[in-house]
């Protein structure tokens, strides 16, 4: 063998595998918070009564603040962005989904909450969404890879029992 290692093979498979479960879940977030999506963004500003929303999410915006008040605070934890094509015999459609979540602060509401605020475009129209997530699911998305993560570079720090008795 060129690399022997004192470390066992699992666990530097894991180490590998795991890393790239925790790049998947918060490189997404990490790139949304330097390089934000100016209509996400803008819909979180006329929220906490800082700005104008988008044209399209005046409505919707209303309508929020009607209910739960302005936003005192956000915290962004969550970004999604993907593509969709449909592919039929008439022709083919596209749409664009960008998704963020936030943990967030109303006034007229005692606890947090998580925020969710999605753009879909597709077809020629633009379309903004606001619905309370679950926190939980949010916790539990990025708790699995972390742990996993935790535990893979636990058992990377342990040497092979084999190895062990040669030392």
């Known amino acids: 063998m060129l690399f ?5 093979t699992y666990a530097i498979i894991l180490v590998a595998l795991s890393s790239l479960w925790m790049c998947a879940m918060f490189l997404p977030l990490l790139y949304s918070v330097v390089f934000p999506n100016n209509d996400l963004r803008g819909i979180v500003y006329a929220l906490e009564e800082r700005g104008a929303a988008p044209a399209k999410a005046a409505d919707i915006v209303k309508e929020t603040l ?12 969550g970004y999604y962005s993907g593509v969709t094509a449909t592919v039929r015999i008439s022709g ?10 936030y ?3 109303f006034q ?11 753009r879909d475009e597709g077809g020629g129209s633009t379309a ?4 309370e997530g679950k926190i939980s699911g949010m916790v ?6 972390t742990l996993l993560f935790g535990v893979s570079l636990f ?5 092979s029992p084999n190895n062990l008795l040669r030392d």
């Open 4 to 8: 022997k290692s004192s470390r066992p």
């Open 66 to 77: 009607a209910t739960a008040g302005p936003l005192r605070r956000a915290v962004q934890v």
């Open 92 to 101: 083919s459609q596209a749409s664009n989904r960008k998704q963020a979540s």
């Open 103 to 105: 943990l967030a602060w």
């Open 108 to 118: 007229k509401r005692s606890k947090p909450l998580l925020l969710v605020i999605t």
């Open 128 to 131: 903004f969404y606001i619905s």
């Open 140 to 145: 539990r998305s990025y708790s699995l890879p």
């Open 155 to 159: 058992l990377m720090r342990r040497r």
